[in-house]
């Protein structure tokens, strides 16, 4: 890898923010603190962006894009990571939790998802029950199917 030593401490590239385009996946892979969101390569935590060209030899011969943190960041939910939660809120369509682990790594930031009417179960989604299926204090294990892109329109 041809990295610099600026690249290595963060102190090179620009600052990005969360839900921040980096690029477009057709070109980029999405590294550490970014995440793929169809064609689009975002950001998914505050930090200096990094693009790392692809190893010798390697399949994939995209640059990696990174997002390099102003401080060491734990885990960060990406889509398809495995996440231990807290019911903190149910409604009629949806439930609120705190995420407290991702991919069975205990996490720095304070990470809140949303448990969706549509998602509790494969069939019959008109007939769940969010109130009999969630309690406030419930812990869950749930996939992260998505992130919210809140902050899209930011550059």
Same mark, same amino acid.
């Given at each position: 890898?041809?990295?610099?030593?600026?690249?290595?401490? /963060?102190?090179?590239?620009?600052?990005?923010?969360?839900?921040?385009?980096?690029?477009?996946?057709?070109?980029?892979?999405?590294?550490?603190?970014?995440?793929?969101?169809?064609?689009?390569?975002?950001?998914?935590?505050?930090?200096?962006?990094?693009?790392? =060209?692809?190893? =010798?030899?390697?399949?994939?011969?995209?640059?990696?894009?990174?997002?390099?943190?102003?401080?060491?960041? /734990?885990?960060?939910?990406? =889509?398809?990571?495995?996440?231990?939660?807290?019911?903190?809120?149910?409604?009629?369509?949806?439930?609120?939790?705190?995420?407290?682990?991702?991919?069975?790594?205990?996490?720095?930031?304070?990470?809140?998802?949303?448990?969706?009417?549509?998602?509790?179960?494969?069939?019959?989604?008109?007939?769940?029950?969010?109130?009999?299926?969630?309690? =406030?204090?419930?812990?869950?294990?749930?996939?992260?199917?998505?992130?919210?892109?809140?902050?899209?329109?930011?550059?």
């Amino acid at each position: 890898m041809a990295a610099t030593a600026m690249d290595h401490d /963060g102190g090179g590239g620009d600052v990005v923010t969360p839900g921040e385009l980096l690029g477009n996946s057709l070109t980029l892979a999405a590294g550490r603190g970014a995440y793929a969101d169809g064609r689009s390569v975002r950001a998914s935590v505050t930090g200096r962006r990094r693009i790392v =060209p692809p190893a =010798p030899g390697s399949d994939d011969q995209r640059s990696t894009v990174e997002v390099v943190g102003h401080k060491a960041h /734990g885990a960060v939910p990406q =889509p398809g990571s495995v996440v231990i939660a807290r019911v903190t809120k149910v409604m009629a369509r949806m439930a609120s939790a705190d995420i407290m682990c991702v991919d069975s790594k205990a996490i720095k930031e304070k990470f809140t998802g949303m448990i969706r009417q549509q998602d509790v179960r494969a069939t019959e989604i008109d007939k769940v029950d969010m109130y009999q299926s969630y309690r =406030p204090g419930d812990i869950v294990k749930a996939m992260v199917v998505s992130l919210i892109r809140q902050m899209m329109q930011y550059k």
